[in-house]
Structures are given as structure tokens and as C-alpha cells.
């Protein structure tokens, strides 16, 4: 069964940093691309940052472009997501998300991710 369990959530100060991590379990974790997304009270859940299976390819939404970087260490089975800048826009849940197909690109829509984490909260004051 597979596993995405997402930590380094909190709250932080405009401007401040946080480092998100996702711990991936039952499945081959280098095998497949992986996403971060993002969901704000009220609002739909959004894209955030993709990466390919082997790290060589990124993209990021423009929102968070120049400020947040979306990382993969294989080896670990990890997934992160150094966030720097951060502004209260950014609070929401982050979720990390594993793409259903073996060996595919990056994507960066919903309905290409097969499994998610249960996120973990990022609240920006201020």
C-alpha cells in the first residue's frame, strides 16, 4: 500500500522559511514523478511544484517561482520543499502527490497524481 506522509509544516513569520518533507512508502519512489500542491480555506487545491522521477526536470507555479524549490533524494524515498520568502498567500495545506505513471513527466495537474499525503499545514502571519 502506498504512503505519502508530509511533515515541516507550521506557522512563520512573513518572510521566514520552512523546509516541507514527504516520506513515500509501497512503491518504487525513484519510478515516478511527484508533486507538491497547495489548498487554501475556501479555494480549490492548486499546483505548487513537480519534479520527474530522476530530479533532472522541475517546474513551479509562478506564485511561488524564485522563492520555493521542489527537491527528490531517491535513495531516501523523500520528497521536500524548501520554501523561502514566504508571504501569508502561502498559507494553506500542502499535499504531496505521487503521478500514476511509471517513468512519466512532470505534471501539474491533479488528476494525473494517483496518491496523496494527508498535508500538513503551513500558516504565514503577518
Known amino acids: 500500500q502506498v504512503q505519502l506522509v508530509e511533515s515541516g509544516g507550521g506557522l512563520v513569520m512573513a518572510g521566514g522559511s520552512l523546509r516541507l518533507s514527504c516520506a513515500a512508502s509501497?512503491?518504487?519512489?525513484?519510478?515516478?514523478?511527484m508533486g507538491w500542491f497547495r489548498q487554501a480555506p475556501g479555494k480549490e487545491r492548486e499546483f505548487v511544484a513537480t519534479?520527474?522521477?530522476?530530479?533532472?526536470?522541475?517546474a513551479h507555479a509562478d506564485s511561488v517561482k524564485g522563492r520555493f524549490t521542489i527537491s527528490r533524494d531517491n535513495a531516501k524515498s523523500k520528497l521536500y520543499l524548501q520554501m523561502n520568502s514566504l508571504k501569508p498567500e502561502d498559507t494553506a495545506i500542502y499535499y504531496c502527490?505521487?503521478?500514476?505513471?511509471?517513468?512519466?513527466?512532470?505534471?501539474?495537474?491533479?488528476?494525473?497524481?494517483?496518491?496523496w499525503g494527508q498535508g500538513t499545514q503551513v500558516t504565514v502571519s503577518s
Open positions: 502527490a505521487s503521478h500514476k505513471q511509471i517513468w512519466s513527466g512532470i505534471s501539474a495537474h491533479t488528476d494525473e497524481y494517483a496518491y
Open positions: 509501497g512503491r518504487t519512489f525513484s519510478n515516478y514523478a
Open positions: 519534479i520527474s522521477w530522476s530530479g533532472g526536470t522541475t
